[in-house]
């Protein structure tokens, strides 16, 4: 999808999530297209709509992850768009959340439709994915948000056997 919610009417545009589109802009939920100059600030922006934005979509997501034990003001939202039509004609919201212990968690949202539809969004799936993110798609976006976590840019020195941090041996 490119920059524009294809399912909201013109006056609702701002209830877009944000979308890269072919030129590399994202829809913020005002509605209005902004650049994305790198893929930290693509990270950044994302992490300040978790942690920031009033949109009842982004209300809701905090809530859900808090109850799945996630700190959504510390934790990095790695990727999250819509994915195709959920049980029901609903739809549906894929992402992708990096916690500050650098566990990774895929998630689906189904959010039905009408107007309170955001405020009844259900966590469909959640897949712990630390210990193979690597080798699933997404893993460059997962990559960027440790080291966002790390050290707060994308260009952080890796640390050898990225993914779950390795517990001491006793």
């Excluded at 877009?16 to 802009?25: H, Q, S």
């Excluded at 999250?80 to 959340?97: A, L, M, Y």
């Excluded at 990096?98 to 009844?120: K, L, P």
Aim: charged letters at 25%; aromatic letters at 8%; hydrophobic letters at 30%.
């Amino acid at each position: 999808m490119s920059g524009v919610c294809q399912s909201s009417p013109p006056s609702a545009r701002g209830s877009c999530l944000p979308r890269n589109d072919t030129t590399g802009r994202v829809v913020t939920s005002d509605g209005m297209l902004g650049a994305v100059t790198s893929n930290s600030s693509y990270t950044s922006h994302m992490a300040q709509l978790l942690r920031t934005d009033v949109w009842p979509f982004w209300t809701r997501l905090r809530h859900l992850l808090e109850q799945q034990g996630v700190d959504p003001q510390s934790a990095m939202l790695a990727e999250s768009f819509e994915d195709g039509g959920g049980p029901n004609g609903s739809g549906q919201e894929f992402g992708i959340v990096v916690t500050t212990q650098e566990q990774v968690f895929e998630f689906v949202v189904d959010i039905e439709e009408g107007d309170d539809r955001y405020e009844n969004a259900v966590l469909r799936e959640w897949n712990d994915k630390t210990d193979d993110w690597q080798s699933r798609p997404f893993s460059k976006h997962v990559r960027e948000a440790i080291s966002v976590l790390r050290c707060g840019e994308v260009t952080c020195p890796p640390t050898p056997g990225e993914g779950r941090p390795k517990q001491a041996v006793a």
